[in-house]
């Protein structure tokens, strides 16, 4: 069973800084990308950040500047590094692992995995 477990949100005011981190738990072969997205109250979950595998990060305008993902590979771990923090950076963010494979003996199987999410809260 691949987990994601993620840690760090909480209650900030604006322009301060909170990280985020997403471990990745149990036995898989490979992850084609990791990503974090955000889901603010009565809106659509949206794309924030993404590594796919042995690149760079993207990030949604919105967050460029501002934040950075970055990869811990030796802990399975990514983490959202979010500065300059605003009032509409408020959501809940989930940890994202895209293609997640495992090999078998009997073939491979592919599946997506969710984090439960952790709340962001930026207050004015």
């Known amino acids: 069973q691949v987990r994601l477990v993620e840690s760090g949100g909480g209650l900030v005011q604006a322009g301060g800084s909170l990280s985020l981190s997403c471990t990745v738990s149990?036995?898989?072969?490979?992850?084609?990308?990791m990503s974090w997205y955000r889901q603010a109250p009565g809106k659509q979950r949206e794309l924030v950040a993404t590594i796919p595998s042995g690149r760079s990060a993207n990030y949604a305008d919105s967050v460029k500047g501002r934040f950075t993902m970055s990869t811990d590979n030796a802990k399975n771990t990514v983490y959202l590094q979010m500065n300059s923090l605003k009032p509409e950076d408020t959501a809940d963010y989930y940890c994202?692992?895209?293609?997640?494979?495992?090999?078998?003996?009997?073939?491979?199987?592919?599946?997506?995995?969710w984090g439960q999410g952790t709340l962001v809260t930026v207050s004015s």
């Open positions: 149990g036995t898989f072969n490979s992850i084609d990308a």
């Open positions: 994202h692992a895209d293609k997640v494979t495992i090999k078998t003996t009997y073939g491979s199987k592919y599946f997506d995995v």
